[in-house]
């Protein structure tokens, strides 16, 4: 007992609660927080990170930059203790901006079938040629699909299966 007073190494005398006061307990790894707690700060924080990208999209005038100027994103402590400043660059702000409006104009407009433009809503079928189709012309030979099976077969039969080779033995 003596040693570890002479090294400075204690046991932890107890279990810590969560700084937030939800009644779990905390640890030193999540900032003395729960996991669900520190998970919803991180989560917040990330949120903050963002809003601020998109507001500074809007005031640039919605273009992206080169990534040059960095975005300065303010959180706050769940402690009630100082402002922490975090500075992202613009380019990942673009990117999300870009495929957030990608992701609207591929929901526009109902789904139809490629072959006859029936509606076909949620029971659609994607094929492997990238079209959607209804029911009836769901299958590859019911809408001359020009996707190649056969190959697309075969390559995944080579893949699957890699050729093993043995070295030659050297001759005595």
């Known amino acids: 007992m003596e040693s570890s007073k002479e090294t400075g190494c204690r046991a932890p005398e107890g279990p810590i609660l969560c700084i937030n006061n939800c009644g779990f307990f905390g640890s030193a790894a999540t900032m003395n927080m729960c996991s669900k707690c520190h998970k919803d700060m991180i989560l917040k924080q990330e949120q903050a990170k963002l809003a601020a990208s998109s507001i500074e999209n809007i005031v640039n005038g919605g273009s992206c930059s080169s990534g040059k100027e960095p975005v300065v994103a303010g959180t706050v402590d769940m402690q009630d203790g100082p402002v922490e400043l975090k500075v992202a660059p613009t380019q990942a702000s673009c990117d999300s901006f870009t495929s957030q409006s990608s992701e609207v104009k591929a929901k526009e407009g109902p789904n139809r ?9 949620l029971t659609g079928f ?3 040629c990238g079209n959607l189709f209804c029911a009836v012309h769901r299958y590859s030979d019911k809408h001359d ?6 190959t697309a077969g075969r390559d995944a039969i080579a893949k699957a299966n890699p050729v093993i080779r043995s070295e030659k033995l050297d001759k005595l």
Request: net charge positive; charged share 20%.
């Open 113 to 121: 079938c490629n072959s006859c433009q029936k509606r076909v809503g």
């Open 126 to 128: 994607n094929c492997r």
């Open 145 to 150: 699909c020009p996707f190649d099976y056969q």
